[in-house]
C-alpha cells in the first residue's frame, strides 16, 4: 500500500493527489484546506506543477510523490517536499520548499529525514539535492539532514547522502 502520510515529531507530511495539487497551483484552499496565510509560496507552485505533469504522464506517484508538509502544532500548510520523480537505479532526487513564515525553525531538515526513511525503506541507497550557491539556508538543510556536497554544476551545489540502514525518526502509517 502507497504511503499517504508521514509523522515527525512536529509535521505531518501527506502526500498530495491531483485535486490537492490543483488547488496548491491555482492558490485556492478548498473546504478542509488549512493553510499558513503565505501557502503556497512561488516554490510550492513550481514543485506541485512538476508533481502534477508526472502524474498525468505516469499515473500515481506514491510514495515517490509531493507532500504537503503541516505543522501539527497549529495545523496549517507551510510547505511542501518531494521526490523529483521515481528512482533510477537505486538514486532519487528531492526538493522543497517552506512558506517563509516557516522558515528558520528546522521544519525542512525534519522533512527531509522523513523522505530519507521513505527512500531506504524502498531499498534506495542514494538520494539527491541541488540548491543554488547564494542559498545558504537551503545548504544548511541539506547537512542537518545528513547530505554532503559533492560539487557543483554552474551555480548549483549538488548534494547527496547514502543510505545503508535507514535511521526511523519518522514513522509511516
Known amino acids: 500500500m502507497p504511503v499517504t502520510e508521514l509523522q515527525t515529531p512536529r509535521l505531518c507530511l501527506h502526500a498530495i493527489d491531483t485535486a490537492e495539487g490543483e488547488r ?13 496565510e503565505d501557502f503556497p509560496f512561488d516554490g510550492d507552485v513550481i514543485g506541485v506543477t512538476a508533481f502534477l505533469t508526472a502524474t498525468a504522464a505516469h499515473g500515481d506517484q506514491r510514495p515517490f510523490g509531493h507532500y504537503r508538509i503541516t505543522r501539527t502544532a497549529d495545523g496549517k500548510a ?4 518531494g521526490f523529483k520523480g521515481q528512482p533510477d537505479d537505486g538514486c532519487v532526487g528531492v526538493g522543497y520548499g517552506l512558506a517563509p513564515s516557516a522558515r528558520g525553525h528546522g521544519y525542512a531538515a525534519e522533512a527531509l529525514v522523513a523522505l530519507l526513511n521513505v527512500a531506504a525503506d524502498h531499498g ?19 547537512e542537518r539532514a545528513g547530505f554532503r556536497q559533492i560539487g557543483t554544476n554552474g551555480d548549483l551545489y549538488l548534494y547527496e547522502v547514502l543510505l545503508d540502514a535507514p535511521s526511523r525518526p519518522a514513522q509511516t502509517r
Not at 25 to 35: L, M
Not at 124 to 142: I, K, M
Request: aromatic share 2%; hydrophobic share 45%.
Open 24 to 36: 496548491i497551483v491555482g492558490r485556492r484552499a478548498g473546504a478542509g484546506d488549512a493553510w499558513a
Open 78 to 81: 507551510i510547505g511542501g517536499i
Open 124 to 142: 534506495l541507497s542514494r538520494v539527491v539535492a541541488d540548491t543554488t550557491g547564494d542559498n545558504v539556508a537551503s545548504q544548511r538543510t541539506l
